[in-house]
């Protein structure tokens, strides 16, 4: 948690930094690519999450050889998927116009927006190998390797950065730098896994195992299917802001989001351990645990996030003020509660979320998300439309309690009452 801080804090500095450097709309088109590249990681297709839990189970079994099969088998997969990425990347860059589907027509060259949607795809495309490591990292339950060498990244990235905007100001370089820097984690992550901490779990082509892919990508798809109806859920938002009221309006709704995101960032800090937990506990049949730590991280999550958020209410607006300066945005009063109930319910999904990942539901989640993301979907686009920036939050604050986390609880209850 405390790497995830750094790294955050890198983070926040850096937004007003590249903000009084852009202007409105090249900001705006940073603000949703350098989004849009943390979102892409979902096309792994799941097999990350998958390898996870396959890592984990294994492990709770002692079965070492499993462990090896799975790591070569999902690293060659995420590189025949890497290059099929980039080919498609490529066309439909081609064919798009992007600069009309992120608002910046009139703000950005359309060549220059089409080459930085290339290069964040095709950047994206090529980490998703690398990000096995950590995945690994996760289910071997050292997952502070990862989150330190992930925090050197940003820290490399934020000093490149400032040297950059110093000397050339200039949105291509400023994506050169975020592009590479971002892909130079993974590998680092990558070369300590196979070269000090686990050397046999090195990928050979030996270990590629047929019956491996099929599980991998069992589990996978529905992973993908997930994060997917995720995206659409809960990321999209900003796309459609900006789409419908232009790529200047995207930091009036992104920035005061980013900032209610913290509280979920850091409750999802503390459960992502709990989930290859959960899996390695099931496998050995220790449900006792799995119940008990269940009921105390849902406990604890919505507590410490309702109460987080009640003070951010109070003090996001001088937050924003003293982070952004003259480019300050002011949420409104209705912007603000949304934004307080948001970070709550995400909060607490993420904690029945890790649950259930780690036991492998995955069907019933999907299943309750899909009807989810369609209604969600129409209810922002028209509350968008009739309400302003707090629409959408609003929209999905509603849609999620009542058709996504109410009826996995219900699940969850009947799931630990049989068990």
């Not at 979902?42 to 070492?64: C, E, I, K, T």
């Not at 339950?141 to 950059?164: C, E, I, M």
């Not at 850091?266 to 959960?278: K, R, S």
Request: glycine residues 8%; positive net charge.
């Amino acid at each position: 948690m405390g790497a995830r801080g750094i790294s955050l804090l890198v983070s926040l500095v850096m937004v007003p930094a590249v903000a009084r450097e852009l202007g409105p709309g090249e900001f705006g088109l940073w603000l949703n690519l350098t989004t849009a590249y943390t979102t892409l990681a979902v096309f792994d297709l799941g097999v990350g999450p998958a390898v996870m839990g396959q890592v984990s189970a294994a492990r709770g079994h002692g079965d070492g050889l499993h462990m090896r099969r799975v790591v070569s088998t999902a690293f060659v997969f995420l590189a025949v998927t890497a290059l099929a990425l980039i080919l498609v990347s490529g066309a439909l860059t081609r064919f798009i116009d992007w600069s009309g589907v992120l608002g910046v027509q009139h703000e950005v060259p359309g060549e220059l927006v089409r080459q930085l949607v290339f290069a964040v795809t095709a950047t994206a495309a090529l980490s998703l190998p690398f990000a096995i490591a950590g995945r690994v990292y996760q289910a071997i339950q050292r997952s502070h390797v990862t989150a330190l060498s992930t925090t050197l990244g940003v820290v490399l990235q934020a000093g490149t950065l400032f040297w950059v905007m110093a000397l050339a100001p200039d949105l291509h370089y400023l994506f050169v730098v975020f592009l590479t820097t971002s892909l130079a984690a993974g590998v680092t992550t990558t070369v300590l896994l196979l070269t000090r901490s686990a050397p046999e779990l090195r990928p050979r082509w030996r270990y590629v195992d047929r019956g491996i892919t099929l599980q991998l990508a069992r589990e996978g798809v529905q992973f993908f299917l997930l994060n997917v109806i995720g995206i659409v859920s809960f990321r999209a938002d900003a796309f459609l802001v900006g789409h419908y009221l232009g790529a200047a309006s995207v930091p009036a709704y992104l920035l005061p989001l980013n900032i209610f995101a913290l509280i979920p960032t850091f409750t999802m800090m503390f459960l992502t351990p709990l989930w290859p937990a959960y899996r390695e506990a099931w496998a050995r049949g220790d449900g006792a645990w799995v119940r008990s730590a269940y009921v105390r991280s849902v406990a604890f999550v919505t507590t410490a996030s309702v109460l987080a958020s009640g003070a951010l209410v109070v003090v996001a607006p001088s937050i924003l003020r003293m982070w952004l300066g003259v480019k300050a945005v002011s949420p409104s009063t209705g912007q603000l509660a949304a934004l307080a109930c948001y970070a709550v319910l995400m909060s607490t999904s993420s904690a029945v979320g890790v649950f259930l990942n780690g036991l492998g539901a995955l069907r019933p989640q999907l299943c309750f998300a899909s009807v989810m993301a369609v209604v969600n979907l129409g209810a922002s686009i028209w509350s968008l439309r009739h309400i302003g920036l707090s629409g959408p939050l609003w929209a999905t604050v509603v849609t999620q309690t009542l058709l996504g986390l109410a009826p996995c609880m219900i699940y969850v209850r009947r799931r630990l009452s049989v068990s």
